[in-house]
């Protein structure tokens, strides 16, 4: 019993003991509540600091992206470095905020599907699992996806492996099974995302996936290992989709390099197209895979492959992804061959087909055959590959083409040529039958062809002297006639039955007083009709269907006289003493070719071409030294002109015609006598003189010179016509009348 004052002091201890307990909880509750206060205050701060950033494309605060540690130069290949994060979910060091009920990374989950993964998202956190296709992340709120993690239901054996490109990281190693690719803590993007299978499961397995971009949408499905998202261009994936899909027992994958794109992405369709149509782009290079499950790994079956390639040729097999073809040299494919080996070869076989240049889609062939053209400068544009079982029909029916492959079509032909007769050599594939610069007639001709596996031939006729177009005839037969003095004055020709269809026939015409005309093709007219001109020689190609000509398609056919009469239009020089003859001519024709200056830089003047032809050191330009000959090929630096001495009228008619074409004018360097037969006022003594032959006229042999005496004569004029050529020939060319036991007369002329 304790006394009344004993009994207060102990009822106002025990008052005062309870109200501490009370005040230190209530303190202790108070602390709490500040504590959630700002972390609740920290994370809406930071929350709209995420949303700005991520509305403007993640991109606040970088400058160097990758470029610290080389990571956009190569793909990890070690799966034994862990990830790179900040902290793994549900760690007590992990400041990202996870929503209410959502497990951390090692909470026991229940794998149901073939593939199971989730996405840390930027301001969510670690989202829900998915499963087998389904989405994980976020679309149309531009919030970046920072990590993933991927597993592998529980019935699978093997493991699923997985990396992850980062924003200012680059691609991190490998990692598997669960283990967290990206970070989570740093405010990091993942741009891109590897993922493939190992173990058994990648016997049953393909492992497929597509990522949703920043500014680009989904993604095409990537498979195996194969890049999905971007690199270096700084954009955020912000969803991911994963599904695992069986095997087939044969499937090819395949890839192609085109002109001025590149490599394109991977093509798994049941036909894959590779390379691309209807852009006339070159195919450069391809590889092919099997994807199924007799493939290398499988039961050792390979895809083996190879290219034709633009002056390379037949390159070697390569197979499995390999590349057939070549990069960065800017070489058309022109044909393929592919083969399957191993067990698959016994179960299927490889078809496939060309899309080539000029002709399209060429019909399928298989198992080693040639699809394409050879000799033939095409380049393919794409190529379609598919494996069908063994003695299957081929994927689709053939196109116009019933052929896979071709090669060049060879033509031969002949001549029979007035006084002459059937030549000894027949000419090919362009080559000129016949004679040219003789004036003698075509009287007949016959023409083959053959392309190994192309069916066909060709026919054709002539328009014949008297006679017009005779029937046309085939395959080496005689057209035109023999024995009766006949000229063949045009021609047509055309290609029959396959060859038809796979090539184009072209030939062209040396006519008469023309010369070579233009080219034509499949059965249209080479020659002339109506102005009794006569065919002196022919050429004819094969070439592949849409090929350009082999030259100037301009008038392969006539029907009007030829303009007989020629100009060099030399402006006229005379000469400025009594023996520089030769240097004024020399200088009307270099001045009419635009000579202005020698080889050696000498400006033109006649002074000065006299001194390249020693003129004033012999006092005359000597034709015995050939001196007007040596002067002019020095001047112009190579080998033009060439001395012909007492040359007949043919030679000189000929040298003359000749000089139009080339351009370089014929000089004469003829001889008068006294009390002989003078021209263009001339005096009447014995001496040589060189001029220039400027015009000619083929239908009356009237010849028209520029004389550079005519600044020594009083009669004489800078130009004159002298009647005929051949008069004038032999009446100052040859006969020579200074007998001094030296050569004096002759012509200069281009070779």
Known sequence: MLEGGQMGKRIVSILCGVLLVLCLGHVSALAAGSDDSQEVSNAQVAEPAESNQSKDDDNVGESKTDEATGSEKDVPGSEDTPSITSAVPGDASDTSTQPEGEGSAEDDIQLTGLVNYRAHVQSIGWQDWAKDGALSGTTGRALRVEALQIQLGNALAGSIEYCAHVQNIGWQPWTHDG???????????????????????????NVRYRVHVQNIGWTAWSYNGEVAGTEGKSLRIEAVEVQLVEKQEATVMGRSHVQDVGWT??????????GLTGKSKRLEAFSLSLEGTMCPEGDDSHIEYCAHVQNVGWQNYVRDGGNAGTTSKGLRIEAVKVKLSGPIAQKYDVWYRAHVQDYGWL???KDDGVAGTTGLSKRVEAIQ??????????????????LASFGPAHVTYSAHVQNIGWEKNSSMDGQMAGTTGRSLRVEAFKVSVRSDGITGGISYSAHVQDKGWMDAVSNNEIAGTVGQGKRVEALKLSLTGEMAT???????????????????????????????????????????????????????????????????????????NGFFCGPTSGYMVLSNVGAWHSKTGTSLSIENVATYMRTRSYGYTSFSDRMFEKGMNSWLGRSVY???????????????????????????????????????????????????VDGYNEATDQVYFADPACSLYAGASPHFWYPSLRTFTNTYLAQEYIRDGKQHIGIYTSR
Request: proline letters at 5%; aromatic letters at 12%; glycine letters at 10%.
């Open 179 to 205: 283990a967290i690719a990206g970070t989570t803590g740093q405010s990091l993007r993942v741009e891109a995302l590897r993922i493939r299978l190992s173990g058994d499961v990648a016997k049953s397995y």
């Open 642 to 692: 060439t001395t012909y001495h007492t040359p007949s009228y043919a030679t000189v008619r000929s040298s003359v015609l000749k000089s139009y074409s080339t351009g370089y004018a014929t000089c004469v360097d003829e001889q008068e006598r006294r009390g002989g037969p003078h021209f263009n006022g001339h005096g009447n003594t014995t001496f040589s003189h060189i001029m220039v």
């Open 385 to 402: 590959v598919a494996l069908r079982p063994k003695g299957s029909a081929a994927p689709s029916a053939n196109g116009k083409w019933s």
């Open 265 to 274: 992405s991977p093509v798994r369709d049941d036909v894959p197209t590779l």
């Open 502 to 576: 796979y090539y184009d026939v072209w030939y062209r015409a040396y006519v008469q007083d023309y010369g070579w005309l233009g080219w034509t093709k499949n059965g249209a007219v080479a020659g002339s009709t109506g102005i009794g001109y006569r065919v002196e020689a022919f050429e004819v190609k094969v070439l592949s269907k849409g090929a350009p000509a082999p030259g100037s398609t301009g008038s392969p056919y006539v029907t009007k006289a030829k303009s007989r009469v020629h100009f060099h239009n030399i402006r006229a020089v005379g000469q400025p």
């Open 363 to 365: 019909a399928w062939t």
